[in-house]
Nanobody, 115 residues
Framework: QVQLVESGGGLVQPGGSLRLSCAAS????????MGWYRQAPGKQREVLAL???????NYAASVEGRFTIARDNAKNTVYLQMNSLNPEDPDVYYC?????????WGQGTQVTVSS
């Protein structure tokens, strides 16, 4: 079955960086549009960055210029490079894969920003 497994979350100081990874299995990775979302407790899930199967990217205004999404189809992996992390960024970060009416979600990875 399809699995998306996020990794790379953790504790970082304000202004620091993290790189999240999402390894996909059980699917034809290259034909899926991939994305990263985050969700804080009690809040709606927020889209952060999207990358199409063709490599086009799109970012939320809150992270543009700080976050970069990339994919490696040979490794079935999508990445989210996060720079200049600030106290508004801590959340659970989720990876998603979407194609037509089908979408899959990972289990999430926690990002904490604290000094």
């Amino acid at each position: 079955q399809v699995q998306l497994v996020e990794s790379g979350g953790g504790l970082v100081q304000p202004g620091g960086s993290l790189r999240l990874s999402c390894a996909a299995s059980g699917m034809s990775f290259s034909i899926y549009d991939m994305g990263w979302y985050r969700q804080a407790p009690g809040k709606q899930r927020e889209v952060l960055a999207l990358i199409t199967s063709g490599g086009r990217t799109n970012y939320a205004a809150s992270v543009e210029g700080r976050f970069t999404i990339a994919r490696d189809n040979a490794k079935n992996t999508v990445y989210l490079q996060m720079n200049s992390l600030n106290p508004e960024d801590p959340d659970v970060y989720y990876c998603t894969a979407a194609r037509m009416i089908t979408d899959y979600w990972g289990q999430g990875t926690q990002v904490t920003v604290s000094s």
